[in-house]
């Protein structure tokens, strides 16, 4: 073949690439950043054979346990499994960054949640509940799980929330005595990062004038009393609006319509929706953290 025209006889052949295979090429366009995806922590302690052959059985007759990466509540549900035996249980990954992710059902309101028998059971189960609810061997006895740490105790007139450090707008602030004057009220704990967030999106101002009950018994001005007789509080935060029950965090444009406040400016997001993003967590979708018994007190893991 001819090489005339590009070097002479004896020249290396060569050609020009189709725009589309240039296009391709290594190096030519900014390749977007690997996804980030995390996973929960690990478990350590040793399992016994009795705790394997509870996460064997419930895999094998189909049960499944639903949560997320950064649930405290389901870290110490598997951690009731010890280390061999929380890899063996049927964990389903509800966060959307979480490894393994599976779009979780509609009846999942809150993490941990367990389908069993074709029925859901929601919040942090004990290895006897979950032995009875599933079938498992009932003569088989597990060894009594350890005793939680012991609770700090609590400065003169209780724990307080954490301290809002952004300056509210005035719609921020517009909001938050409209809901107080409306009669709204906001449940929650003092140890429960889903009501920090909530709380910093009114700004440091707004935050103080917000019909906040504290619900921990160890909190600042505590109203565990007044939490236990409203059984639609099942998890914090919880919003109670014109008589109906909102369940875990709300954006600022859900708190306006239910409410029905008429901002000047409700766009964007607040503070605490934009920390819930740089954390990985959509915490305006996401829902509450349940809480079963005493349990939902200890200030540990999500608790802080």
């Known amino acids: 073949?001819?090489?005339?025209?590009?070097?002479?006889?004896?020249?290396?052949?060569?050609?020009?690439?189709?725009?589309?295979?240039?296009?391709?090429?290594?190096?030519t366009l900014e390749e977007p950043p690997?996804?980030?995806?995390?996973?929960?922590p690990s478990v350590k302690d040793a399992s016994t054979a009795e705790q394997i052959a509870l996460a064997e059985h419930l895999r094998k007759t189909g049960a499944q346990f639903y949560g997320a990466y950064w649930c405290s509540f389901c870290l110490r549900q598997r951690r009731l499994f010890g280390a061999a035996g929380s890899r063996v249980l049927p964990y389903v990954e509800c966060a959307e960054d979480g490894y393994g992710y599976r779009r979780c059902p509609?009846?999942?309101?809150?993490y941990p949640a367990w389908q069993i028998g074709g029925k859901f059971y929601g919040g942090l189960r004990g290895l006897r509940e979950l032995q009875a609810m599933s079938g498992f061997d009932a003569s088989v006895e597990f060894p009594a799980?350890?005793?939680?740490?012991?609770?700090?105790?609590?400065?003169?007139?209780?724990?307080?929330?954490p301290a809002v450090a952004a300056a509210s707008t005035a719609e921020q602030l517009a909001l938050a005595k409209h809901l107080r004057a409306t009669g709204a009220k906001f449940y929650g704990a003092h140890w429960c990062r889903f009501c920090a967030l909530q709380r910093t999106l009114f700004g440091a101002e707004g935050a103080a004038v917000l019909p906040y009950v504290e619900c921990a018994s160890d909190g600042y001005q505590s109203a565990a009393a007044v939490c236990k007789t409203k059984s639609q509080v099942d998890g914090y935060p919880t919003w109670e609006i014109g008589g109906r029950f909102y369940g875990g965090y709300q954006s600022f444009e859900q708190l306006a319509t239910a409410s029905d406040f008429q901002a000047r400016a409700a766009k964007g997001l607040g503070g605490g929706e934009a920390e819930g993003l740089a954390l990985g967590i959509d915490?305006?979708?996401?829902?509450?953290?349940v809480r079963m018994g005493d349990d939902c007190n200890l200030p540990d893991g999500d608790c802080k």
């Open 34 to 40: 690997p996804q980030v995806l995390y996973t929960p």
């Open 145 to 161: 799980p350890p005793p939680p740490p012991p609770r700090p105790a609590p400065p003169p007139g209780g724990f307080k929330p």
């Open 106 to 110: 509609p009846q999942v309101t809150g």
């Open 283 to 289: 915490f305006a979708n996401a829902p509450p953290a």
């Open 1 to 27: 073949a001819s090489s005339s025209g590009m070097g002479g006889s004896g020249a290396a052949a060569w050609a020009i690439p189709l725009p589309e295979v240039l296009a391709r090429a290594p190096g």
